[in-house]
Structures are given as structure tokens and as C-alpha cells.
């Protein structure tokens, strides 16, 4: 599609319709202008404080015209293949960045506060809205202080840095149908929250990095899908099913290194030939590897004699490992938003002429 281009600066007001990068918008009169379908709105590096103001987007795109919200730093897109130039930094006290309406994107932003009520960024209600490239984080000391909350349906976050306290999950799902893809989760209590009935979710290529908690800890009841994610020391599970197991799960090709208590824990020991675990890498698990899961087998584990990792602050993945190997998932270079390029699972690429055994080589999103 063709997007119609609109601007925002923190040098814009007055008079300025947003048309042009002279004629910028600020935040709060690109919001209040109002923004339509088929706009894409440039916002421009610089700092948005916010304080105690919330910022909730009402207004919806449509599926051939969303809404996108695109963080540049000098020049419009540099920002969209470039992980370590500054974002716009959109900041708050006690306010909140709220999106209430369907079919919006929102890339290149650096969302951070200490809201105490809901999330710092929080999808709430409308479908199809998408986070990329954001740094989210909520430093709130409060079990509301969540960094990132999904709420709706079709919605999600990916290549995204997301951190809370200790004090609160740093993301979670709710209801309906989401996705968590090649994120850094780092801290909080639990790493992702998962709740809800007659959905499904997909959480694929992320790293959780120290949880008081669980990394993941779900309680969702239909489909979940658990693949390529790097998991470490976390206090409790890497993967917790409590409460309610889904009728359908499937636990693959993740790492799990150091998780305080289980790798992969079933807490009610019901269902177990519903969840597929397969092709999982485990170091030290504090109790043991999986649990709950009766005789119903785990298919091609493996286990770890020292950890995966190159050490506690560098979460690539040494070729000499059996992980990389096997085609585990490799990390971040390093646990700082900027440096999270080297995410994803390991792909194998045929040598030239086809045949022979397959090169593996790291790959990028």
C-alpha cells in the first residue's frame, strides 16, 4: 500500500499539521489530531515525557490501511534495520502507553515508566495490533508493574527488549490469540504470563533472563506453542503448566540452563500425552529436568554437562556446545537492548551443490 506520511517532533506545535518534518506534530497533537487509516507517522528521536499523562491511541486502521507508528532517528527508516543508533524515547511517571483500537503497528520506540495500575505498554482492547523493535521497560516496585500486556485478539511483540522489578510479571497474555517473538525478556517475577480460554499463543525465539519466578508460566487452556527460546536461571521453572493444561502443546528445540526448581514442570499431572516435548536441551536444573509428565516421554532431550552459554552476561552460544550443534536456538551477544541481533534459532543451510550434511550457521532476524 501507499502510506500517506505524517510527522512528530518534540520541536512541533503550533500551527503545524504534521505534513512535513518542518511541520511536525508533538506526540500529544498527533494523538488528539486525529491520526487516520493509511498513515504511517514518523516519529522523530528526541525525548516525549510524559509524567503522570497517559497516551491512548483510539483511532483504527483497517486490514488494507493500518496505522503504523515508526520511530526514526535522523532519517526517516534509518532506525528500522539498526538496533543501536537512540529511539524516540517516549517516558512517564505514573502514566501508561495505551492502544484501544484495531490494526495498529508500533516500531522503534523506547516506552519506559513506573506505572502502577495495568502495564506500561498495554494492548487492551481493538485486534491486530503489533509491537517490533521496542525497548519497554516499567520500574515500578508494584505487582501492576508490568512492562508489556496483550489483552485482545491477533495481537503481539517481537524483536522487542522488555524488563521489569521483581515485583510484577514483565509481560503477559491474556485473552485470545497472541505471539511473542525474538524478544529479550529480562528480570520480573515471572518472564511471560499466559491465561485465558479458547485461544492459542506462539512464543518462539526469545531469551528469558533471570526470573525471581518462572520464564514462562502458563495457564492458558487450548494451544501453545513453546519453540526455540533460550531460557536461564530462573528461581522457579523455565516452563511452568499450572492450573489449567492446554489441549494441545508443543515444547521444542528450547534451552534451559540453571531454572531453580524444573526445566519443564507440569504442575497437575493431568494431560500429559497432550504436550509434545521435543528436542529440549537442559543444564542443572535444580530438581530435575521435566516433571508431571508420568511415563509419557520426552522425544530426543539432551542434557548439558556445564552450561550452554558463554557466561551469565553473554548468551551466545559457543559452536563447541552439543546444543548448537543439535540446531538449538542461539542468543543475544550481550543482555543491552541494542545488541539483541544474533536472536533466533540456529537454521542449517546446504553446502553449494546440495547433499552432504547440512552447515549450521547462526542466523538474524
Known amino acids: 500500500m501507499a502510506w500517506t506520511e505524517r510527522y512528530v517532533s518534540v520541536a512541533g506545535g503550533g500551527n503545524h499539521d504534521g505534513t512535513t518534518e518542518t511541520d511536525a506534530w508533538t506526540l500529544a497533537e498527533a494523538i ?10 514518523n516519529v522523530k528521536a528526541g525525548t516525549y515525557a510524559n509524567t503522570t499523562t497517559g497516551r491512548t491511541f483510539n483511532i483504527a486502521g483497517t486490514t488494507t490501511a493500518p496505522i503504523w507508528w515508526r520511530g526514526y532517528n535522523a532519517t526517516i527508516g534509518d532506525l528500522d534495520a539498526d538496533f543501536a543508533t537512540a529511539k524516540p524515547a517516549i ?18 520506540l523506547d516506552i519506559s515508566g513506573a506505572q502502577t495500575t495495568a502495564a506500561q505498554v498495554r494492548l487492551l482492547t481493538g485486534t491486530n ?19 508489556f500486556s496483550s489483552e485482545n485478539t491477533g495481537c ?52 528469558f533472563i533471570d526470573q525471581g519466578a518462572d520464564a514462562i508460566d502458563s495457564s492458558q487452556a487450548t494451544r501453545l506453542y513453546i519453540l526455540n527460546n533460550s531460557i536461564y536461571s530462573p528461581a522457579g521453572q523455565g516452563i511452568d503448566l499450572n492450573t489449567t493444561i492446554p489441549t494441545f502443546a508443543v515444547i521444542a528445540n528450547n534451552i534451559f540452563s540453571e531454572c531453580g526448581t524444573y526445566g519443564i514442570n507440569n504442575s497437575t499431572g493431568a494431560n500429559t500425552g497432550n504436550v509434545i516435548r521435543l528436542h529440549n ?29 558463554t557466561s551469565a552476561t553473554d548468551m551466545t552460544i559457543p559452536n563447541t556446545r552439543n546444543a548448537i550443534a543439535n540446531g538449538l536456538p542461539g542468543l543475544f551477544e550481550n543482555q543491552t537492548y541494542t545488541s539483541y541481533l544474533d536472536i533466533g534459532a540456529v537454521q542449517r543451510v546446504e553446502p553449494v551443490g546440495g547433499g552432504g550434511r547440512p552447515e549450521i550457521r547462526g542466523s538474524n532476524l
Not at 495490533?129 to 512492562?147: Q, V
Open 32 to 41: 488528539a489530531a486525529p491520526y487516520a487509516a493509511g498513515q504511517r507517522i
Open 91 to 108: 517516558t512517564f511517571t505514573t502514566g501508561l502507553f495505551q492502544v484501544n483500537a484495531s490494526y495498529q503497528l508500533f516500531s522503534n
Open 129 to 147: 495490533i503489533w509491537m517490533d523493535r521496542c525497548r519497554i521497560e516499567c520500574t515500578s516496585a508494584n505487582a501492576n508493574g508490568r512492562a
Open 156 to 207: 503481539g511483540i517481537s524483536r522487542s527488549w522488555i524488563k521489569s522489578t521483581s515485583s510484577a510479571d514483565v509481560a503477559r497474555f491474556t485473552t485470545n490469540t497472541g505471539a511473542m517473538l525474538g524478544c529479550a525478556v529480562v528480570g520480573g517475577a515471572n518472564g511471560l504470563a499466559v491465561s485465558g480460554t479458547g485461544i492459542q499463543h506462539v512464543i518462539c525465539f526469545n531469551t
Open 281 to 309: 536441551d537442559f543444564y542443572a536444573s535444580g530438581t530435575a529436568d521435566e516433571n508431571g509428565f508420568g511415563d509419557h516421554p520426552s522425544f530426543s532431550g539432551q542434557t548439558e554437562s556445564s552450561s550452554p552459554f
